[in-house]
């Protein structure tokens, strides 16, 4: 689970030695190859939960869906769709988008497709989304991804409403093709050096298009295609997504923090030592529920924990899992700033007794600094501080600018800052999942940085922010 | 070059002449298409127009083409059909065989006469009873000639005319002195039609019954939901390759399939090839692109819409670029509204590898044997039940020098398809560094085939940059 499949790996290898530059196009599929599943499913989902569908609707749809499948004509379903759209605003809709993409679709990228999006950008490719879904979908998906081009079907828009109708085709087998090769001409790339990937048996005419096609997780249809005509198949692990028996250890996880903590308080009062029994709490509350859920930790630089306390330890953000991950990796000592709404948060709650965390009130300034006066007085007695940068969790592994506070608190205190990259805690429990799915997460312990001044702060945090994106780029062997 | 390595050449060439095609029975396709022969509206032949530099020696051309018809035994044989249907029709020698029947020449003033002319040789109907070819020497003019040859496609298909010419003509102007002969008669000499047809029905009778124990065992094996899901994505896949392509086009209708009109064009080999690989293709996809050029340029001139029309190719069911032995026809949509003969040829690409996902794609392979046992009629309207294109399209790999035919060297080599029901039938065969076009076109279809003439040669003017 640690790393890229050699598969991904491989394809990656022969990116970075192929030529670069933006004459070179890579050509990515939506549904079926960046995502795990259909981003359209989950829209019709949310339609068919808002009770939108009529039920003459839902029985057209799925009559016209089961046609497509028995060979009749397979782009009739999303006609159907977009018609049922004709009067409903185009603004509203792209806000359900970026909600389904937060809330649903962030959480089935492939990890894997994502490094391949990345190893394109970093040769310095010409990277553009080709779907046949509408940039609705695709916009927020590429956005992610930092990929500026969209290949996609376009609805018409009047007033600020849907007609129902699409602008050109609908981008599907050879209209994707076509639009694919119009993109190039546009921008000047080279198709021959190009790259493609998609998973359906309709993409083969835009596969065809380029000199460097892959057929990825692909449909049955396309693999036997790709077999016969020697094109190189790549099979993607899925985002785990949630399991009954993953639910069932996540029930138990939690039980299992909670005995815990009641057990290192325990022990505290028993010995008379308050801050022991703290350490042991924080330890048994972590290392439990992980052991229960099925996560373990594969950490690089572990040394770098230990060497500079107190410290304050920066980490990205994407999971609820973080928290009890850095609970694990810093084991004594610590304790968080955390916002004042998130007090009575019930996943938060127990923690909070035992680690006594920084609340701060972000809508009264001054009494947030004063809170981080005292803060600063317990990191001086040896308490290191644990901070997200971002704020708030990112839906994917993208990362979020980095807010100054940290930085200044380091640079008050006089302490170091100790950068924690964190890879996929995201994959193992999405962003509002509660959730926990089995596997190892990935931790690097960048370089401790000391010597923090207000002087070149914005300068410093844009350079740390830099090295947190080259380490989930390229993960260290 | 020496002459006396190219004799070697030749003479390597027409020692595989002699073995070529040597099984005794029709292969199922052959059959089927034997069986459902209703000339000329659902023909099978194939007319090879050769362009010759000066009228060769009339005698040494009978005494070649007797030479050739020895060494080819199959040039000498005839078909035998059992009474009933239950085996397929043999090959054997026609104990009657008289190349006088089969080979003549004429005196026509121009090519154009020539080209008519052999349009109504193509369209007399073979005697099925002997040997399925028929060859006329035309003196063109003064001086120039030409060579036509007609041939059933039980015999030999396109591919197989261009291959079996290729193979017997010679690659020098002079007299080749001790050539091979073929071998004595290896074929019965008399088949009767009763006998094979009792033949066939014992065969049958032993192994229809294991054949259906087996079918009945793998049955068994299998979950009946594998089997339905299977069965349902087979079907679906049928459908797509049936319906799932543009109509007919109205410019190119209606058809009947009796009005035979030969063309013929010539291309630049290297032009064609460079735009096929820049467009990611093949010669094949290059050549598909180029006639839907032209029929876009005609219906253009006509002041039709039509978008996309209806395209019959040849699928290598092995590997996509290999057209090996297992090759199968399919429907594409050809589109007429890219103008760009790179774009063209990219977009007829994809269409073509396209079709790979499909697992029907085998389908007439498949039940050629099965719909062989039927009476006649029946095959003939499961061939009709696959709605026919506007167009088929072939291209035929040809010699790839210069060769010589009694002493006339060789100029162009045009292949004329049949046309079951379609509006035009195109074969390119690459002849050393010239694709030699030719394009059988039904007058009945096509308004003005002096306009569609003009609009090809125009798209090939259009590839040559």
Not at chain 1, 14 to 43: K, M, R, S
Not at chain 1, 154 to 168: A, K, P
Not at chain 1, 222 to 236: I, Q, S, Y
Not at chain 2, 301 to 315: C, K, L, Q, Y
Request: charged letters at 20%; glycine letters at 8%.
């Amino acid at each position: 689970m640690s790393g890229l499949f050699a598969a991904a790996q491989e394809a990656i290898g022969a990116i970075e030695a192929g030529p670069q530059g933006p004459g070179v196009g890579a050509f990515f599929d939506l549904d079926g190859t960046l995502v795990a599943g259909y981003t359209a499913a989950t829209f019709y989902g949310d339609r068919l939960k808002g009770r939108e569908v009529s039920p003459a609707e839902f029985l057209r749809t799925v009559v016209t869906a089961v046609d497509g499948e028995l060979g009749g004509d397979p782009t009739r379903i999303a006609h159907v769709a977009f018609s049922a759209l004709r009067g409903e605003s185009e603004e509203a809709f792209a806000d359900l988008g970026e909600r389904l993409f937060r809330s649903k679709i962030a959480g089935t990228i492939r990890r894997e497709s994502r490094a391949l999006v990345a190893a394109h950008q970093r040769a310095g490719h010409t990277v553009a989304v080709a779907s046949a879904a509408t940039s609705y979908q695709v916009a927020p998906v590429a956005r992610d991804l930092g990929v500026e081009h969209l290949v996609c079907t376009r609805l018409v828009v009047e007033d600020g409403q849907f007609t129902g109708e699409t602008d050109g085709p609908m981008l599907w087998g050879r209209h994707k093709a076509s639009g694919v090769r119009a993109f190039a001409k546009e921008h000047g790339i080279e198709l021959a050096d190009s790259y493609a990937y998609g998973n359906g048996y309709e993409d083969v005419a835009f596969l065809s298009s380029v000199g460097h096609p892959t057929a990825l997780n692909p449909h049955r249809d396309l693999r036997a295609a790709a077999a016969r005509l020697g094109w190189p198949v790549l099979d993607l692990s899925d985002p785990v997504g949630g399991s009954l028996v993953a639910a069932g250890r996540t029930v138990a996880a939690l039980a299992s923090m909670n005995a815990g903590v009641t057990a290192g308080v325990a022990y505290g009062l028993a010995r008379g030592n308050r801050r022991e029994g703290r350490n042991l709490a924080v330890k048994l509350a972590t290392a439990l529920p992980m052991a229960v859920a099925g996560v373990s930790m594969d950490v690089l630089h572990q040394e770098r924990l230990w060497t500079h306390r107190p410290a304050i330890f920066v980490a990205n953000h994407q999971s609820s899992l973080d928290i009890p991950v850095l609970g694990r990796l810093l084991e004594r000592d610590f304790t968080i700033v955390a916002k004042k709404e998130a007090r009575w948060d019930p996943r938060a709650v127990v923690g909070s007794v035992v680690i006594d965390p920084a609340w701060i009130d972000r809508s009264d300034s001054a009494s947030a600094r004063e809170t981080l006066d005292g803060v600063v007085e317990r990191i001086r007695a040896g308490t290191s501080l644990m901070i997200f940068p971002e704020g708030t969790r990112s839906p994917t592994p993208v990362l979020g600018p980095f807010r100054k506070g940290a930085f200044h608190l380091a640079a008050q205190a006089g302490v170091p800052v100790v950068p924690v990259v964190l890879r996929n805690t995201g994959e193992l429990m999405g962003r509002s999942s509660l959730v926990l799915n089995p596997g190892v997460v990935d931790v690097c312990v960048l370089e401790p940085e000391t010597d923090w001044s207000t002087d070149d702060m914005s300068e410093r945090i844009a350079a740390l922010r830099a090295k947190f994106e080259e380490t989930l780029a390229r993960w260290p062997a | 070059m020496t002459s006396s390595t190219t004799s070697s050449d030749d003479v390597e060439r027409w020692g595989t002449a002699a073995t070529w095609s040597a099984g005794a029975e029709l292969t199922p396709v052959q059959t089927l298409l034997w069986r459902s022969e209703r000339h000329p509206v659902q023909s099978s032949t194939s007319t090879v127009v050769i362009d010759l530099d000066r009228v060769p020696d009339w005698k040494r051309f009978v005494a070649a083409t007797e030479w050739g018809t020895g060494l080819v035994r199959r040039l000498r044989q005839r078909v035998v059909d059992p009474v009933v249907p239950t085996a397929p029709p043999t090959w054997a020698d026609d104990p009657t065989f008289d190349l006088g029947y089969h080979l003549r020449r004429e005196r026509v003033a121009s090519r154009d006469e020539m080209l008519a002319a052999a349009a109504q040789v193509a369209l007399r109907p073979f005697d099925r009873s002997r040997p399925l070819w028929e060859g006329v020497l035309f003196e063109v003019g003064d001086s120039g000639a030409g060579y036509v040859l007609k041939i059933h496609h039980a015999l030999a298909d396109p591919l197989g005319t261009v291959q079996l010419l290729s193979m017997l003509q010679s690659g020098r102007r002079a007299h080749t002195a001790r050539k091979p002969l073929g071998e004595d008669a290896a074929a019965p000499a008399s088949v009767d039609p009763v006998e094979l047809a009792v033949a066939g029905l014992r065969t049958d009778a032993a192994t229809l019954a294991s054949s259906a124990v087996g079918t009945a065992r793998s049955l068994l094996a299998t979950r009946p939901s594998t089997v339905v899901a299977s069965g349902l994505r087979y079907g679906a896949s049928l459908r797509r390759l049936l319906t799932q392509v543009a109509p007919p086009s109205p410019e190119l209708s209606p058809r009947t399939g009796k009005q035979w009109t030969f063309l013929t064009l010539d291309a630049p080999l290297d032009q064609l090839r460079t735009v096929a690989r820049q467009g990611g293709g093949t010669l094949d996809d290059a050549a598909v692109a180029l006639v839907l050029g032209g029929l876009r340029r005609y219906h253009r001139r006509r002041d039709s819409a039509v978008a996309e029309v209806p395209v019959g190719v040849r699928v290598s069911l092995d590997r996509a670029d290999d057209l090996g032995n297992r090759f199968t026809g399919a429907t594409i949509s050809g589109p007429l509204t890219i103008e760009d003969p790179v774009d063209r040829v990219a977009a007829v690409r994809g269409e073509v590898l396209s079709l790979h996902t499909e697992r029907a794609l085998e389908v007439l392979d498949a039940t050629a044997p099965v719909v062989n046992r039927l009476p006649a009629f029946v095959g003939a309207s499961v061939l009709r039940a696959a709605v026919a294109p506007d167009a088929f399209v072939t291209t035929l790999p040809g010699p790839p020098r210069r060769r010589f035919m009694a002493g006339a060297a060789v100029q162009g080599m045009y292949v004329l398809g049949p046309l079951p029901g379609a509006a035009l039938t195109v074969c390119l065969v690459t002849c050393a560094d010239t694709a030699c076009i030719g394009v059988n076109v039904d007058a009945s279809a096509i308004a003005d085939v002096a306009g569609l003439r003009e609009c090809l040669a125009e798209e090939v003017a259009a590839f040559d940059g």
